[in-house]
């Protein structure tokens, strides 16, 4: 219509949990959600996805739709859903590195995780493993760290790639102990893995599925696990504080999270039908397959965890000085 007013976008979304949030909360949702997973087809965030979309499903009387859209570790898609309509029909997986690491070593990340999303729940968590070549001379954590600490030339370590939670965790251990380590990134946990079971490299940080069945057939040996809890695939390893570096809790977690300004009502609907997920047997076994645990969360306490992972990156990347890409 000629001469009619159209608000802003941003002003809609603002207004959206004022207007709207009691009749929400008596009808939310009405139609299928979709689920968008920032990265493409078959990897761990597909799986975590498609591990608690059909029992949210049950739970909310609607279909929930699986969305892969990959591209920039991410960060794209994660983009694309922070800015959309905070209604709760769009909503998107999240990692340690999209509202972890990725905000700082981003300059054009396009959202802030703290202003942007808002936070759902946690899905699940699962430590990595610092694992070694056979011919590399330690067989625990301490061992490595005294060697790294007194060796003249830095030790070569491979990750995934520049930037990934499996890079900084290294530089985290590295700032925390003094230890002298050169980074060897790799375009992908693969490559990374066949150099160390090559040689190539002699210590890696990986995701305990890739390296599970070379742990068990001890091709290589793992020092620790980067979580609070020992791995169920890898029960012999112990973890960081158990090896002697306490306070040291960097698992791979993944969640859910809805453009900000959702109405609370819809994030408490789905917080619960995730939950309710978390609890049923299935969900927990096809969790496990993947080393994971599942991580019922309120919320708030979601929030929290990403406030604090943030600030641990953002302060690890200034002291070491990693430039943002």
Same mark, same amino acid.
């Given at each position: 219509?000629?001469?009619? +007013?159209?608000?802003?976008?941003?002003?809609?979304?603002? $207004?959206?949990?004022? =207007? +709207?949030?009691?009749? =929400?909360?008596?009808? !939310?949702?009405?139609?299928?959600?979709?689920?968008?997973?920032?990265?493409?087809?078959?990897? &761990?965030?597909?799986?975590?996805?498609?591990?608690?979309?059909?029992?949210? &499903?049950?739970?909310?009387?609607?279909?929930?739709?699986?969305?892969?859209?990959?591209?920039? @570790?991410?960060?794209?898609?994660?983009?694309?859903?922070?800015?959309?309509?905070?209604?709760?029909?769009?909503?998107?997986?999240?990692?340690?590195?999209? =509202?972890?690491?990725?905000?700082?070593? $981003?300059?054009?990340? @396009? !959202?802030?995780?703290?202003?942007?999303?808002?936070?759902?729940?946690?899905?699940?968590?699962?430590?990595?493993?610092?694992?070694?070549?056979?011919?590399?001379?330690? #067989?625990?954590?301490?061992?490595?760290?005294?060697?790294?600490?007194?060796?003249?030339?830095?030790?070569?370590? @491979?990750?995934?790639?520049?930037?990934?939670?499996?890079?900084?965790?290294?530089?985290?251990?590295? !700032?925390?102990?003094?230890?002298?380590?050169?980074?060897?990134?790799?375009?992908?946990?693969?490559?990374?893995?066949?150099?160390?079971?090559?040689?190539?490299?002699?210590?890696?940080?990986?995701?305990?599925?890739?390296?599970? &069945?070379?742990?068990?057939?001890?091709?290589?040996?793992?020092?620790?696990?980067?979580?609070?809890?020992?791995?169920?695939?890898?029960?012999?390893?112990?973890? +960081?504080?158990?090896?002697?570096?306490?306070?040291?809790?960097?698992?791979?977690?993944?969640?859910?999270?809805?453009?900000?300004?959702?109405? #609370?009502?819809?994030?408490?609907?789905?917080? #619960?039908?995730?939950?309710?997920?978390?609890?049923?047997?299935?969900?927990?076994?096809?969790?496990?397959?993947?080393?994971?645990?599942?991580?019922?969360?309120?919320?708030?306490?979601?929030?929290?965890?990403?406030? #604090?992972?943030?600030?641990?990156?953002?302060?690890?990347?200034?002291?070491?000085?990693?430039?943002?890409?």
């Amino acid at each position: 219509m000629r001469g009619a +007013f159209v608000l802003p976008a941003a002003l809609v979304a603002a $207004l959206l949990p004022a =207007v +709207f949030g009691p009749a =929400v909360a008596e009808t !939310y949702p009405t139609r299928p959600i979709t689920l968008v997973v920032p990265f493409a087809p078959g990897g &761990s965030a597909s799986t975590m996805a498609r591990s608690v979309a059909d029992k949210m &499903s049950a739970t909310l009387g609607q279909q929930i739709v699986i969305d892969n859209r990959g591209g920039a @570790g991410g960060t794209v898609a994660t983009r694309a859903v922070a800015k959309g309509m905070p209604d709760g029909y769009t909503i998107v997986v999240t990692t340690s590195a999209t =509202v972890g690491t990725s905000p700082s070593l $981003l300059h054009n990340l @396009g !959202y802030d995780p703290r202003r942007d999303l808002d936070p759902i729940g946690l899905i699940a968590a699962t430590p990595n493993a610092i694992v070694v070549h056979p011919s590399f001379p330690a #067989r625990a954590l301490a061992e490595l760290i005294k060697i790294g600490k007194e060796t003249t030339t830095p030790i070569p370590y @491979g990750s995934p790639g520049t930037g990934t939670l499996n890079h900084l965790t290294v530089e985290l251990l590295a !700032y925390r102990t003094g230890m002298k380590l050169s980074h060897v990134p790799y375009k992908g946990a693969a490559p990374a893995l066949n150099d160390l079971l090559g040689g190539h490299i002699g210590v890696l940080i990986s995701a305990i599925p890739n390296a599970h &069945s070379h742990l068990v057939a001890g091709t290589i040996h793992g020092l620790a696990v980067t979580g609070a809890k020992r791995s169920a695939l890898i029960p012999a390893v112990p973890t +960081f504080a158990e090896a002697g570096l306490a306070g040291y809790d960097v698992p791979l977690r993944w969640g859910l999270a809805a453009p900000a300004g959702t109405p #609370r009502a819809v994030i408490d609907t789905l917080n #619960r039908a995730l939950n309710a997920a978390l609890m049923t047997g299935e969900v927990r076994e096809r969790l496990a397959i993947e080393g994971a645990e599942p991580q019922p969360t309120t919320p708030q306490e979601y929030a929290a965890i990403i406030d #604090r992972e943030l600030t641990m990156w953002s302060d690890l990347v200034k002291a070491v000085g990693i430039k943002p890409e």
